[in-house]
C-alpha cells in the first residue's frame, strides 16, 4: 500500500461533498413543514436507498462525486428528521439513554470496523 498526498483536486471533492449536509438539513427541515415529518423522511429515505444501489455501476469521477453528493443530502435530511421526530414523540429520560445507547454502539461498530478493515487489509498482504 502506498500512501500518497491529497492533492487540491481531492480536497476540493471532498469539501463539495461535505457541503451536502448543510443542503440536506436545510431541505429537510423545509420539506418537513409543508408535508410533514413521515413523507419527507420516506423521500430522503428513498434518494439515500437509490442513490446508493448506483455505487454499484461503474461510472465517470464526476458523476460518482455527483453520487456522493446526493448520499450525503438524503442522509443529513434523514439524520435531522429522525431527531425531530424523536423530539416530538419520546420522553426526555427515554431519549436520553437510547441515545447514549445508540451512540455507544456506534462509536464501538466504528471502532471494529476500522480494526476489521485493517486486519483484512494486512491479511491480504501476508498471501500476495
Same mark, same amino acid.
Given at each position: 500500500?502506498?500512501?500518497?498526498?491529497?492533492?487540491?483536486?481531492?480536497? +476540493?471533492?471532498?469539501?463539495?461533498?461535505?457541503? &451536502?449536509?448543510?443542503?440536506? %438539513?436545510? &431541505?429537510?427541515?423545509?420539506?418537513?413543514?409543508?408535508?410533514?415529518?413521515?413523507?419527507? +423522511?420516506?423521500?430522503?429515505? &428513498?434518494?439515500?436507498?437509490?442513490?446508493?444501489? %448506483? %455505487?454499484?455501476?461503474?461510472?465517470?469521477?464526476?458523476?460518482?462525486?455527483?453520487?456522493?453528493?446526493?448520499?450525503?443530502?438524503?442522509?443529513?435530511?434523514?439524520?435531522?428528521?429522525?431527531?425531530?421526530?424523536?423530539?416530538?414523540?419520546?420522553?426526555?429520560?427515554?431519549?436520553?439513554?437510547?441515545?447514549?445507547?445508540?451512540?455507544?454502539?456506534?462509536?464501538?461498530?466504528?471502532?471494529?470496523?476500522?480494526?476489521?478493515?485493517?486486519?483484512?487489509?494486512?491479511?491480504?498482504?501476508?498471501?500476495?
Amino acid at each position: 500500500h502506498e500512501c500518497k498526498k491529497l492533492s487540491q483536486d481531492s480536497i +476540493l471533492k471532498v469539501a463539495v461533498v461535505v457541503s &451536502a449536509t448543510m443542503v440536506g %438539513l436545510i &431541505a429537510a427541515h423545509a420539506m418537513s413543514h409543508f408535508t410533514g415529518r413521515i413523507p419527507a +423522511l420516506r423521500v430522503f429515505a &428513498a434518494i439515500a436507498f437509490i442513490s446508493s444501489l %448506483l %455505487l454499484y455501476k461503474c461510472f465517470s469521477a464526476t458523476i460518482t462525486i455527483i453520487i456522493f453528493y446526493v448520499i450525503e443530502f438524503a442522509s443529513s435530511g434523514l439524520n435531522i428528521l429522525i431527531w425531530i421526530i424523536l423530539l416530538e414523540n419520546y420522553p426526555t429520560h427515554i431519549r436520553t439513554t437510547a441515545s447514549g445507547f445508540v451512540n455507544f454502539w456506534g462509536k464501538v461498530g466504528g471502532v471494529l470496523g476500522v480494526v476489521g478493515v485493517f486486519a483484512l487489509f494486512y491479511e491480504s498482504l501476508i498471501y500476495w
